[in-house]
C-alpha cells in the first residue's frame, strides 16, 4: 500500500487529498497528496490518514500546500469566513498565546463556533491544536537565538496509547512523556533550562534503544529496563522516582504505602506530588501506585492510560508475541493473544474466519481486522444460509459499502463457499468434524522462524483442496485458513 500511495504522491493525484497524507521524516513536515514541493525519497516517506495522527506523531503543516487551511476550506461557508481567516492566522503564529484573549477571535460566540468546527473538522480539540504547536516550537524553533549551547536530543515513539516524545542528554534519558500532556511544554521548558541545552531531532544507537525496549514492554516480552536514566528533579523527588523503580513490574501500591517504604510515612502527599513531577514516563513506573480504596488516582497521562498500563502488567508478564502484531493495534494485539493458536470446533466462528480469510487474500490481516465489524453486518452476522441467497443486487450492495474490502471477486468467493460450507456440514454433520478429521483432531505445530517462512501451500492444503473440488465443487483460501485456528499453528 506504501508503494501505490507513493506512486500517487509523485502524480499529485487529487483522488487522495485528504484521504491521506504525506509525512517527511527528514523534514518532519506533512503535505497533501496534490503537494507542489520536491518529492521526498520513498524511505523517508511515511503515510497517515488524518491530520490529528501527523500532528499527534510530531510532524508540522506544510507551509505550500497548508494542509488544515485546505481541510476547512472544504467546510466553511460565507457565514463562516471568520473562522477560516482565524484558521489562516493560526497557521502563521509559531507560538499562538494560552491565552484566547490574545487571538483575534472578537467574540466569545465566535470562540465557540471556532472550537466546534476546529474538532469536528481536524479531529482534536483547538486547545490540544495549540499545545502541540507551542510545545513543537520549543523542540524545533528556538536554536538560532538559544543562550544555551548544550544539545538536548529527542525523538518520537509510537505506543497502542498514543504518541509520545522523549529527550536525552549524554546518552541518558531525561524525558518520556505522551504529546498530549497538558503539562510537557512547561517540563520541555524546565529540562532545557536546567541542561541549559537546545534540542535536536536525532535518532541514534540510543534512541534505538528506548524504541525497541518501550515496544517489547507493550508486546509483553520486557518486565524491566536497561536504559541510562537522568531524572531532573530535587534531592527528594529523586529518592521517590528511585523508590518507584524498585516496585516490582505487575505490582501496584498505594501512596501511603510508598512513602512508608521511604521511611517518610508522614509526607503522603508531597511523595505523590513528586510522583506527579515524574518525566519519565512507563520506565519510572508512577503508574504501579493507586489510592488506598484501590481506586485509581491522578496520572499525567490520564487514567485510562494507568488502567491500561496497570491492565497489561498483570495479565501479560514475559509474553512473547509473534514478529508480526502490530503493538500499535489494539484489535492485533487482542486478536493474537486470544484467538491465535487457539483451536476452534465451533461452525460459526469457522466460518466467520473463512469469509474474513477470502477478503484478506493479497492484503494484510490487520487491514481485515479493522474491518471485521463492518463484516459481521454486511454479511448478515455471517450466516451462511443467508450468504447463499445473495442475488446480483446483494452483491451489487456490497460493492458499494465502504466498511469492508469491495472487490467483486471476493464477494463471489464468499458465496461460493457458504454453499460448500453448508453441504459440507450437511454431510458430516459439521464443518468441524470435516475439517479437524484430516488431522486425526491434533494440531500440526511448526516452528517457522519468520512469518515470511510460511508457505503458500502444503501437502495437506493440498489434499483437502483436491477433495473439496472432486466432490464438492472448490473451496478458497485452503491452507492460511487452516493456519487461523490453530489446524496448522505457526508459532515463531
Partial sequence: MKQKLFDELLRKDKFYVGKYYAAIKTTRIFCKMDCGCKKPLHDNTFFYKSIEECLEKGFRSCKVC????????????????HIYEYISWLQKNQFPDNSYKKHPIFSLENLTKIKQKFQKTIGISLGKYIRIKRVRHILENDIPNSKYTNKIFFSHLSTPIGETVFCYFDNKLNLLEFVDRKMLETELQFLKDKLQGVFIYKNSKFSDKVTKQIKEYFDGSRTSFSIKLDPIGTDFQKN????LVNIPYGKVISYKEQANYLKISSAVRAVASANGKNMISIIIPCHRVIGSDGKMAGYGGGIERKKYLINIEKTMP???????????????????????????????????????EGAQAGLSWEI???????????????????????????????????????????????IQNAKVFLKIKKEFGSFDKYIWNFVNYKPIHNKFKSFSDLPANTKLSDKISIDLKKTRDEFYWIYYYLCLYAIYWNSE
Fill in 66 to 81: 497548508r494542509p488544515l487551511s485546505w481541510e476547512f476550506s472544504q467546510v466553511i461557508t460565507n457565514d463562516d469566513i
Fill in 240 to 243: 521517590v522516582w528511585n523508590g
Fill in 318 to 356: 514475559n509474553k512473547k508475541r509473534c514478529s508480526w502484531v502490530n503493538i500499535e493495534n489494539k484489535l492485533h494485539i487482542k486478536y493474537h493473544d486470544e484467538e491465535w493458536g487457539q483451536p476452534v470446533h465451533n461452525d460459526k466462528i469457522l466460518f466467520e474466519v473463512l469469509i474474513l
Fill in 368 to 414: 481485515v481486522l479493522n474491518k471485521r465489524n463492518n463484516y459481521k453486518k454486511a454479511f448478515d452476522n455471517f450466516d451462511p444460509q443467508k450468504i447463499v441467497k445473495y442475488d446480483d443486487e446483494k452483491q451489487n450492495e456490497l460493492l458499494q459499502n465502504k466498511g469492508i474490502i469491495r472487490n467483486k471477486l471476493k464477494i463471489k468467493s464468499a
